[in-house]
């Protein structure tokens, strides 16, 4: 059985079962710790935009969770423009 992620991103904090319950908790403290990481970000640095981009196996499900975009292949386009040349360090 998957994970209902239209439950989860709707404020359902809690599962059915022992599985639901702790893929529904893992998602939700990430989220939280990101918001939490922005927001002392923030502090530290006021005036500083802080941009969030969301990739990776649940990265769907946390970006509706965080109100940040989806990108698939982050990482991947990320490696393709290194090979390419296009990327070098400062």
Excluded: Y
Excluded at 2 to 23: F, N, S, Y
Excluded at 31 to 52: F, Y
Aim: aromatic residues 4%; glycine residues 14%.
């Amino acid at each position: 059985r998957e994970l209902d992620a239209k439950k989860l991103t709707e404020g359902e904090l809690l599962g059915r079962d022992t599985r639901t319950a702790m893929l529904h908790g893992v998602l939700h403290e990430t989220s939280l710790a990101v918001k939490g990481l922005r927001e002392e970000l923030e502090e530290d640095w006021p005036g500083t935009e802080w941009g969030l981009i969301c990739t990776g196996g649940d990265g769907e499900i946390l970006s509706i969770l965080l109100d940040a975009p989806f990108v698939p292949g982050l990482i991947l386009q990320g490696v393709r423009l290194m090979v390419l040349g296009g990327w070098t360090e400062p």
